[in-house]
């Protein structure tokens, strides 16, 4: 089953890297958009999996650190644009604050949100995203409800071009890959043990003389910054900052991402975020076929229906696929009820 | 001999119950100390305020020299004051080394280490066998916590426990709910430990405490009414009246 699982790991990775050269030679360039939202949620997927799936942390607020990272570029973006600050456009400024800026924040609503255990840290990450939603929602400056256009993206001067779509794919390619591996080495590291071995036994790990506290909030700070990097992607790819991005569903959307794909495990928020995305995108129009096939009337309205769908569906693999659509291919298919 | 473990009017009241009540009591290095009695008798409460779980109302608790009363429970294990739990409280999906290399982990300086792979670390995984073989489990190392027998989850709940180096272990009834085999190899396991480390065993196993213990202390309603050798306790009338006569019935 290893076999299985590694083989068709690497035949996801593989086609994600022919992604735009297949878009453009069938001349479908909004393939390439649609598979850069993948990668960017799937960086953002992976972050919230290190506290979520190694961790045990159940992080209902990781949409304001992707949000934090998009008003990087965002603010940057402003200020290029209307008072002539051409250095606020600069990339690696960009990538550095969007590293710098949501792994602080982490770090902070973390000191506080880790204090609490069960639901009431749930709530706690919940209710510190809707404030600094409703924070970015009163600046009027940047845009406030209506969100900032981008009409220039992150500049690398002549390193890469954001705007060539192709370009942008790789980059986030790249970093996924790159994250991938950070947290591959981060979590068979002796930090990675202490993270993991909290989520398993925190009473234990304290009567052993860790200070689980700490460890949990590097984590959580490493996780912010994580998800600031998908951030920045995501505002280049859209071109477009807003704070609906911020808002808690995108939080919930992330988890599902995580527990779809297979928590704790490192490909699996991978497979859930391509998984997500590939059920919005489809099933609307899988419906919508259904719909005519048996002669339905109206079938427009079909699509619009998808999530009655989707739904149950992702009851279903939880309840029966422990681990995943990465549980399923190690052929675990007991159920988790 | 000096003293390892020094407890001072200890006070513990949860509403209206006093579960320790103005307990002093002394531990001799070196030495098995057991703390036997009835249920109820406060003995696991005890054991959480050695260990830092439970904060006590009044009192003080000396180890190794110095008033630790306000210390947290990761600090008094850096101490070296160890503890195996009642209830068997092990990382159930981590292997059995890999539990052991997480306490020998544990007392190697801070773990803010992001890099390198812990599970073939050889300064962990060296001690970790040693450890396991100790407890005579050297040959079940690969195996998930959670998919040993009971009495291999207690050795290996001891495993854990020597292996933060300890200068004391403090022992909340290891042979609970082990049937006389896993008992006895258990007996034979803590013999081995006795004399390089210092030990306060609770213990409800009768035959396990007296053939362990140098002194023994008995707890009733959280107060202490007797300290001496195996040998004082048991012709101890008032001691013989609260608990060993409900034992063996002769009272």
Known sequence: ??????????????????????????????YISLFTRMLVLAIAASSLNLVLGYGGMVSFGHAAYLGLGSYVV??????????????????????????IIPGLAALLIGAIS?????????????????????????????????????????DFGSVMDLNDDSQLYYLAYGLLVLVLFILYRL?????????????????????????????????????????????????????????????WVHSGDL????????????????????????????????????????????????GEYWKMVFGPLLILIVLFARGGIDGLLQGKVGRNV | MSE???????VKQFGGLTATDHLSLSVTEGEVHAV?????????????????????????IRFAGRDVTGLPVHQRSMLGLARSFQITNVLADFTARANVALAVQAHQGHSFRFWRKAATDPRLIGPAEEFLATVGLADRADIAASSLSHGEQRQLEIAMALATQPAMLLLDEPMAGMGPEDSARMVEILKRLKGELTILLVEHDMDAVFALADRITVLVYGRAIATGSPEQIRNDPDVRAAYLGEETGDA
């Open chain 1, 1 to 30: 089953m290893q076999m299985i699982r590694f083989g068709f790991i690497a035949l996801v990775m593989l086609a994600l890297a022919a992604v735009p050269a297949v878009a453009t030679a069938i001349d479908e360039p909004f």
């Open chain 1, 74 to 99: 965002g603010v940057g973006f402003y200020h290029a644009a209307n008072d002539g600050m051409d250095w606020a456009l600069n990339g690696w400024l960009h990538l550095a604050l969007t590293i």
């Open chain 1, 114 to 154: 880790l204090r609490t255990r069960g639901v009431y840290f749930i709530m706690i990450t919940l209710a510190f995203s809707q404030m600094l939603y409703y924070f970015f929602i009163g600046l009027e400056r940047y845009g406030g409800d209506d969100g900032l256009s981008l009409w220039y993206l992150s």
């Open chain 1, 187 to 247: 979590v068979n590291s002796r930090f990675g043990m202490v993270v993991r071995g909290a989520k398993s036994n925190e009473r234990r790990l304290m009567a052993v003389g860790f200070p689980t506290y700490r460890y949990r909030l590097v984590a959580f700070g490493i996780s912010g910054a994580i998800c600031g990097v998908a951030g920045f992607l995501m505002a280049n790819q859209s071109e477009f900052v807003s704070t609906s991005e911020m808002h």
């Open chain 1, 255 to 302: 988890i599902v991402m995580v527990v779809l794909g297979g928590m704790g495990t490192l490909f699996g928020p991978v497979l859930g975020a391509v998984g997500f995305l590939m059920l919005e995108q489809y099933l609307p129009e899988l419906m919508e076929g259904i719909c005519h096939i048996i002669g339905g009337n109206s079938c427009g309205i079909a």
């Open chain 2, 4 to 10: 390892a473990l020094t407890i001072e009017g200890l």
């Open chain 2, 36 to 60: 036997i009695g009835p249920n109820g008798a406060g003995k696991t409460t005890l054991i959480g305020q050695l260990t830092g779980e439970i904060t006590p109302n009044a009192g003080t």
